[in-house]
Nanobody, 124 residues
């Protein structure tokens, strides 16, 4: 079955950087676009970045544009989220998700195909 495991979260000071990783298994990774989203308890999800199956297309949420970079290594079944110039408002649980087959975009569906997440906390 689809498994997605995120790592790389932690506590960082405002202005710092972190690199998140998401390792996938249980499906042909290179056939699917991927999503990074974040969520705080009681708050709606916010999609922060998406990347196409081949990695040639990326899109970002307005709040992270210019600060976050999504990339993938299909040989390693891994998608990354490089986060720079972090702000306290970036604090959240970050999840990766597999978009539905044949879809791409910030609003592309992913259903239950998402990982458990990795916590990012940015102190001021």
């Amino acid at each position: 079955q689809v498994q997605l495991v995120e790592s790389g979260g932690g506590l960082v000071q405002s202005g710092g950087s972190l690199r998140l990783s998401c390792t996938a298994s249980g499906f042909t990774f290179s056939n699917y676009a991927m999503t990074w989203f974040r969520q705080n308890p009681g708050q709606p999800r916010e999609t922060v970045a998406v990347i196409s199956d081949g990695g040639d297309r990326t899109n970002y949420g307005d709040s992270v544009m210019g600060r976050f970079t999504v990339s993938r290594d299909n040989a390693k079944n891994t998608v990354y989220l490089q986060m720079t110039n972090l702000r306290p408002e970036d604090t959240a649980m970050y999840h990766c998700a597999r978009q539905d087959f044949g879809t791409y975009g910030l609003a592309a569906p992913y259903g239950l195909n998402r990982g458990q997440g990795t916590q990012v906390t940015v102190s001021s």
